[in-house]
């Protein structure tokens, strides 16, 4: 990643056009590609995931429930030690359970890497000028977007981080872009701004990251048509209510669009 970031920046530097189109037509394609072996990790993760027992599967589904299912895969793991008879009994389960595991923690480590190519590609792309790619790709990742809600909390924090910054990069840049691959964006990357793991330990964004994101959220929003806010704004309304997270709060724009339609009626 080194080498490449340094024949990146050397093109950038040189601002020949041919160049430029170089960089350009290397980072739209790493970044289609790199969104498709994103995609492929967290869809065998999701895979391996469901083929585990009815009991964990079910606790996956709660809140916080990756944590609890760890829980119960230890305890059953204690039992077996203590009760041999029934770890003979369970044996053949016992090492499927085993396998499973393999196969997941090897995707969730392969999601993590191409989540951070994936952020550093994005990165490249707006330092060069180059992200209206990036911008009409991450518009048409419905199955990405989709996969990301029930990825590891580290992926959602990469994939957070990238769509923030795609986001961000559109309004800074005052990029033209067609209205409906704003749309997309909010529609599609939205519920994931909401339902995402923001850190414990680690906050993905800032408080200061946050305010601004909300920020351009609402610039993006208020420029579409009434019809178009109603779609974004009542999904939002939906999955932040569900939520545990108190962000994105677009509470301003929400309001903005109720009593702009509110004038229309009367």
Not at 250 to 262: A, E, G, M, P, V
Request: glycine share 6%; with cysteine.
């Amino acid at each position: 990643m080194a080498m490449a970031d340094r024949i990146v920046d050397d093109n950038a530097r040189d601002g020949h056009v041919e160049l430029v189109q170089i960089n350009r037509t290397a980072l739209a394609s790493a970044f289609a590609r790199t969104s498709t072996l994103l995609y492929r990790a967290l869809q065998s993760s999701h895979a391996v995931e469901d083929s585990g027992t009815w009991i964990t599967r079910i606790i996956g589904a709660l809140p916080l429930g990756s944590y609890l299912a760890s829980s119960v895969k230890g305890l059953g793991l204690c039992a077996s030690a203590m009760f041999p008879s029934i770890s003979g009994i369970c044996g053949l389960e016992k090492q499927r359970q085993l396998t499973i595991a393999g196969r997941e923690g090897s995707n969730h480590v392969l999601g993590e890497k191409y989540a951070q190519e994936l952020l550093w590609i994005a990165n490249k792309m707006c330092e060069c000028g180059v992200v209206d790619d990036a911008l009409l790709q991450w518009s048409l990742a419905s199955a990405l977007a989709s996969l990301s809600l029930t990825a590891s909390p580290r992926v959602q924090g990469f994939i957070v981080k990238i769509s923030a910054i795609l986001l961000g990069e559109l309004i800074r840049a005052k990029l033209e872009v067609p209205r409906q691959v704003k749309i997309r964006l909010l529609v599609l990357w939205l519920p994931l701004f909401c339902y995402a793991d923001n850190g414990l330990a680690y906050p993905v964004l800032t408080g200061y990251e946050k305010a601004e994101m909300e920020r351009i959220m609402d610039e993006m929003i208020s420029g579409l048509p009434s019809m178009d806010q109603e779609v974004i704004l009542t999904n939002w309304l939906q999955d932040f209510t569900m939520s545990t997270s108190d962000w994105p709060n677009l509470q301003t724009s929400y309001d903005r669009w109720c009593n702009s339609t509110r004038k229309l009626i009367t």
